[in-house]
């Protein structure tokens, strides 16, 4: 076989160049997918002493006694590279298994190695960087750098690349074309196409080309995935904010006292430890009510503020970064049931919260999500109890959007589901892993149904203009009532069915007056309307007294809820409106002056009950304000009314019926001259009237007071700088009580 000349590349790194003729590319070129280019020279060895195997007299491993004269020939090492057969043998001898059962790829022998591995001592070589570019051909093919890997084609010594399938040259020759379209240029299409084929090719062991860092997870993380609020600084242990029995102890009251009135948790799953590796914000905000069930003192009050300090960090820090949860949507919903005074116009804004957050986490469709399933924080729950709590939670959050949208005369935000149902209703809470507060979980979503189509009924009616038939309208209130009682009543317990009664008979009252709320004042009320909606007003402020006294058998005063405290308000109001309205009218059927002082007497001691409740300041402040309105009417109207009846000795008759608490009526004026004794021009007892105008007296409101000013958004943070005259949306009418000195 005659002598083939080494082609250019091969020649410049003095490796071995391989090919039958010397016409084709060698195989190294082939390869690595370069120019193969040959430029014929004179073959065969030169004379002279290039190129001859060096003595050894100079290396270190042999003793110089045995060094041998130049003029002893030694053979001349060879280093020719075995066949490509006898590479990828040797490749596939190097692969080991060890126990462990994982591959791995042992790296061959390079010339000088398997030379003294053979001999026992160093060879010598005339240029190592023949050497250097031997052991660089003979690597296998997954182990060359990426970048020459562009080419490969199938051959025994490819046959173990990943790549060994792919001709570089084969693919941009089919996709020329369509890389024109991009780049502007279409000559630089294939450019991007290369580079793009490059970057897909180039492997990153360590990925630092595609890692990424802690603080850009939000970037690329699904929206639909928990947030969650966990940092040392926020955990109330961790920071110091409360020991560890308090804690315990504040827990044990929640448990005991708040959970079966918010009915939203499960004691098998919330756990002290589950609690605080989930949420942050949930501790505090199950803390915090905690805290205001205690009975009032000073380390009572303590603890209330503490809490309230850092649960209003957490809320800001959760707005701020866009944390969410599930534990954090029910932190929201357990806050807004006991949120304090000057927090009541974010109500709504929380509800909202709570209710963006549940919809992004896709909790209205799905009852078990990817995350609540594969998160190792609730691996030891089992698959029902998780389903459950889920829906538990959306019940819950639903029956909240119905009571606000309620008191606000809208339609909820939430639409129903499958879960909502009444079908669904009537068996989820006798389903395995229930509560036993599930039922009234149920029950009270059932109840909101009907009585939200109810008023949205009546007010197309009233919208269209249509004729009015309070019979009618009466007989489908109660109706809708005894159908909810007939199936829902009798299973709750005794407990419950203490707190039901108290919101059906003030629902069924604001459905009753929803067709004469903005009508009161100008057209009056007929007398059966009349008569009907004052007995369902007295009959809830007269239930609503021993409730607020704290002494109703299994009611404690955590029942008081601000909920409660402006339905209760909004009631004794409008029965104060009535009362007015007929006093103005000329009807001969209206009440007389006993039945008037009797109806004003009930009210008058709901007004006692509100302003002494003996609970924490938060929700205390609350009662005391609508306490103190509620006697101020209520004084108003008995001067219409004793006036009415005797306009010759008007004088005595009101000295008269001062006398009906006059101890509680003192104090409230002492305490109230106390607080206000700067603000005297805007005095709740001031006779005032100059202008004959009852608002004025009740600082200067105007409108007309319907159920949507119930709308939790009373501001009470000027409490402290301002009089009260402007405090009471409630009051916002009119019509209530105008010419009383006519």
């Known amino acids: 076989m005659p002598a083939i000349t080494a082609c250019l590349a091969c020649r410049a790194l003095k490796a071995k160049c391989r090919r039958e003729d010397v016409k084709e590319d060698c195989l190294r070129c082939s390869r690595l997918g370069i120019a193969c280019e040959s430029v014929p020279r004179k073959l065969g060895r030169r004379l002279g002493s290039k190129n001859r195997p060096k003595s050894i007299s100079g290396s270190t491993t042999s003793p110089p006694s045995q060094i041998t004269p130049r003029s002893v020939k030694k053979p001349r090492i060879s280093i020719r590279s075995p066949s490509p057969r006898h590479h990828a043998r040797e490749y596939a001898d190097e692969v080991e298994t060890p126990r462990d059962g994982h591959t791995r790829h042992c790296t061959p022998l390079t010339t000088s190695q398997h030379h003294q591995t053979s001999s026992g001592a160093p060879q010598p070589f005339s240029n190592m960087l023949n050497v250097l ?142 609690i605080r590796s989930t949420s942050c914000f949930l501790l505090t905000a199950i803390l915090q009510v905690a805290a205001q069930c205690l009975p009032v003192s000073r380390h009572s009050s303590s603890l209330v503020s503490r809490l309230d300090q850092h649960i209003d960090i957490l809320h800001a820090e959760i707005t701020k970064k866009g944390l969410q949860s599930l534990e954090i949507c029910q932190g929201l919903l357990i806050y807004s049931t006991y949120m304090r005074a000057d927090k ?3 109500t709504w804004q929380f509800i909202a919260q709570a209710i963006s957050m549940a919809t992004e986490l896709r909790l209205d469709t799905n009852a078990s999500p990817t995350w609540h399933t594969t998160e190792p924080i609730h691996s030891h729950l089992r698959a029902t109890v998780k389903r459950r709590n889920i829906q538990r939670f959306w019940l819950c959050l639903s029956e909240w959007d119905r009571r606000l949208a309620f008191i606000r005369g809208r339609r909820p935000l939430l639409r129903d589901t499958m879960l909502t149902s009444t079908n669904s209703l009537r068996t989820w809470w006798d389903e395995p892993d ?32 249509e004729p009015l038939s309070f019979e009618d309208h009466l007989a489908n209130v109660d109706g809708e009532m005894d159908i909810w009682r007939a199936e829902w009543f009798n299973r709750l317990s005794l407990e419950d069915r203490q ?52 002494r109703q058998m299994g009611l404690p005063v955590q029942n008081v809820t601000a909920a409660r405290l402006y339905l209760f308000g909004y009631t004794s109001l409008c029965a104060l409106r009535i009362m007015d309205a007929s006093l103005r009218s000329r009807d001969e059927n209206r009440p007389n002056m006993e039945e008037e002082l009797f109806h004003l007497s009930i009210l008058s001691a709901l007004a006692e009950r509100l302003c002494k409740l003996n609970v924490h300041q938060h929700i205390a402040l609350i009662a005391s304000v609508l306490g103190r309105r509620l006697l101020h009417a209520c004084r108003k109207v008995v001067n219409r009314t004793l006036s009415r009846e005797n306009n010759n000795n008007t004088i005595n008759q009101i000295s008269s019926i001062n006398t009906i608490n006059t101890g509680f009526i003192n104090n409230l004026q002492q305490n109230h001259h106390h607080h206000h004794h700067h603000h005297h021009h805007n005095n709740l007892f001031d006779n005032g009237n100059m202008n004959g105008i009852f608002t004025d007296d009740l600082g200067g409101l105007t409108g007309t007071l319907v159920p949507q000013d119930l709308a939790f958004s009373f501001g009470f943070e000027h409490l402290t700088n301002v009089g009260m005259g402007d405090l009471f949306p409630l009051f916002d009418n009119n019509d209530f009580g105008n010419n009383y000195n006519s």
């Open 434 to 465: 229930a509560l036993d507060c599930d039922v009234m979980t149920c029950a009270t979503i059932s109840f909101r149904g009907p009585v939200g189509t109810v008023q949205r009924n009546m007010q197309r009616v009233m919208a269209t203009h």
């Open 344 to 346: 009541q116009h974010q």
């Open 133 to 274: 570019a031997k052991v660089a051909d003979e690597m296998p093919p997954n182990q060359l750098p990426n970048t020459q890997q562009n080419n490969m084609i199938s051959s025994p010594e490819t046959a173990t690349s990943p790549y060994s399938v792919f001709d570089r040259r084969k693919f941009l020759d089919m996709y020329r074309q369509a890389s024109r379209s991009l780049d502007p240029d279409p000559y630089m299409g294939m450019a991007v196409l290369e580079e793009g084929l490059d970057l897909l090719l180039n492997s990153d062991p360590e990925e630092r080309e595609t890692k990424i860092l802690p603080s850009e997870e939000v970037v690329y993380s699904r929206v639909d995935q928990p947030r969650r609020d966990l940092l040392d600084e926020w955990d109330l242990i961790t920071n110091g904010s409360l020991s560890d029995h308090e804690v315990e102890d504040l827990s044990d009251v929640y448990w005991t006292r708040v959970n079966p009135i918010i009915r939203l948790l499960d004691p098998k799953i919330y756990t002290l430890q589950y």
């Open 499 to 550: 707190r039901a009664e108290h919101d059906i008979r003030a629902s069924r009252f604001v459905l009753l007056m929803t067709p004469y709320d903005n009508r009161l004042g100008n057209e009056g009320m007929p007398v059966l309307a009349r008569d009907e909606c004052l007995v369902a007003a007295l009959e809830v402020c007269k239930n609503a007294i021993p409730l607020l006294g704290g």
